[in-house]
T-cell receptor, first 118, second 114 residues
Framework: AQKVTQAQTEISVVEKEDVTLDCVYE???????LFWYKQPPSGELVFLIR??????QNEISGRYSWNFQKSTSSFNFTITASQVVDSAVYFC???????????????FGQGTTLQVKP | DADVTQTPRNRITKTGKRIMLECSQT?????MYWYRQDPGLGLRLIYY???????NKGEISDGYSVSRQAQAKFSLSLESAIPNQTALYFC?????????????FGSGTQLSVL
């Protein structure tokens, strides 16, 4: 069955530290998509990245980077030189193709709360 | 103006009351979704719709119903609210017709059932 696990419930770091948020997924599909969303204290959900299962290249966007490894079914998210504004809940999500039909629905992990202290 | 608008932002109601949460979008997307967020559980899918005549149940549809009044409007109703429906509710649209679409979320409705 499809599943997304974010084992880290809460992480606390001091500003300028690097932090990695873990995401492990389960799917029977060979074609699927992975996402990260950020939920700041204001509550809205902000899209960060979408990656399809055929693209295992790591991606970097400013202080953010993502490491996708199909061999371990992981899609981890690293924030370099964290800042207080990075404090938020971060969600990893999976979108299947074949086994969820054509729904386009996202299966979310439980979320990781990141607190960055000044 | 927000592309996906949810009303109200906050709602307090009593057990047994019927309430409606509304969602409208200006993105022109056909696909719309309702999710609820509970602490420690992430977001779970309640209902989704591909167009006005195509509405489908998600994983946790019991106790909920929806109405797609137009391409731009998708409402969620709680027929008889109960305390365990206290949650943060999100409406979302998708940017593609198939899987893998990016979801665009509204700002959420915090619902409390007393």
């Amino acid at each position: 069955a499809q599943k997304v696990t974010q084992a880290q419930t809460e992480i606390s770091v001091v500003e300028k530290e690097d932090v990695t948020l873990d995401c492990v997924y389960e799917t029977r599909d060979t074609t699927y998509y992975l996402f990260w969303y950020k939920q700041p204290p204001s509550g809205e959900l902000v899209f960060l990245i979408r990656r399809n299962s055929f693209d295992e290249q790591n991606e970097i966007s400013g202080r953010y980077s993502w490491n996708f490894q199909k061999s371990t079914s992981s899609f981890n998210f690293t924030i370099t030189a964290s800042q207080v504004v990075d404090s938020a809940v971060y969600f990893c999500a999976l979108s299947e193709t074949r086994y969820s039909g054509n729904t386009g629905k996202l299966i979310f992990g439980q979320g990781t709360t990141l607190q960055v202290k000044p | 103006d927000a592309d996906v608008t949810q009303t109200p932002r906050n709602r307090i109601t009593k057990t047994g009351k019927r309430i409606m949460l509304e969602c409208s979008q200006t993105k022109g997307h056909d696909r719309m979704y309702w999710y609820r967020q509970d602490p420690g559980l992430g977001l779970r899918l309640i209902y989704y719709s591909f167009d006005v005549k195509d509405i489908n149940k998600g994983e946790i549809s019991d106790g909920y119903s929806v109405s797609r009044q137009a391409q731009a409007k998708f409402s969620l109703s709680l027929e008889s609210a109960i305390p365990n429906q206290t949650a943060l509710y999100f409406c979302a649209t998708s940017d593609v017709q198939g899987p893998g679409g990016k979801l665009f979320f509204g700002s959420g409705t915090q619902l409390s059932v007393l």
